[in-house]
């Protein structure tokens, strides 16, 4: 790995330090949010409704008449759609009566209810949607031209891999609080009995963790260009 590969490693190899947990942390958090998702699908909520009817259930009761509900295919595909104002559930969540079900069709009505009062770190992270998706695109052809091309390559590539690790970081706060808000509303309208929330609890705490652990990731990522890039100036 040294010798001409020593130069590669001697590039940001410090970083690599950092890197290495931040990669394994995130297959363990891949791996606990299947798992757990998995676990609780087989798990019926006794109260019996399904992820659709919870949702529509929640969405009512805050006055969110207007947002639709729709099934997509896949699994853990659920998200809220801002711009069409619609909450998506994979058909497991749509039809399911699962504990899994129900607390991720929460989860999602939980974004619904951010954006109908206008949540701030909510605003933020759709603003900074558009570039992170550009960035993702791009960021290593830039990249990978800052080192054979141009240094101004490489600055933009930077640039725009701090607008990816800024979209994560705002992510945070919008996913807990989502998963917050859920587990008040599962808990206070009697959708999942009080000896379930802990079970509720534990699906979105996985899937929060999958946010963390990606954060972690390009946070490193972008230490390891960083300290990259100072080498190459020195
Ligand atoms: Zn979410």
Redesign the pocket.
Known sequence: MYGYGGYYLGYGGDWMLLLLPALLFAMYAQFKVTSSFNRYLRVASRSGYSGYEVARMILDRNGLHDVRIEPIGGNLT???DPRSKVVRLSRNVYNGRSIAAVSVAA??V??AMQHGEGYLPLIIRNNLAPIASIGARFVWILILLGFVVSYFFLELGIMLYVAIVLFQVVTLP??FN??RRALYQLENFGIVYSDEIGSSREVLKA?ALT?VAATLVSLAQLLRLLSLTGRRRN
């Open positions: 659920d998200h809220y989860h999602e939980g974004h919008v996913e989502a998963s899937a946010y």
